[in-house]
């Protein structure tokens, strides 16, 4: 069975920074594409970032120059936090296989 499982939530005041894991069970990364979404309360869901299995990465324009993301464990860095970027934060997998998993969320807070 496979199971993602998001951490490194939390509050922090604009500037600052949190980085979010996706720690995964039951496939390869190096076999699968990640991604993270957001939805903030009365938002639709967005997605911020992706990364290949070869490598290929994506990011909304709004994070551009900010967010990283890297293919161990999915890790999104997330620096020059705004209050905009306040949401819910959810991993995404998409195995080669055609499989697709969500992760439960991890909080994300920015105040001014």
């Known amino acids: 069975e496979v199971q993602l499982v998001e951490s490194g939530g939390g509050s922090v005041q604009a500037g600052g920074s949190l980085r979010l894991s996706c720690t995964a069970s039951?496939?390869?990364?190096?076999?699968?594409?990640m991604g993270w979404y957001r939805q903030a309360p009365g938002h639709e869901c967005e997605l911020v970032s992706t990364i290949s299995y070869t490598g290929s990465t994506y990011y909304v324009d709004s994070v551009k120059g900010r967010f990283i993301i890297s293919q161990d464990n999915a890790t999104l860095q997330m620096n020059g936090l705004k209050p905009e970027d306040t949401a819910m934060y959810y991993c995404k997998a998409v195995a080669r296989n055609g499989g697709v998993y969500w992760g439960q969320g991890a909080q994300v807070t920015v105040s001014a």
């Open positions: 039951g496939f390869t990364y190096e076999d699968s594409d």
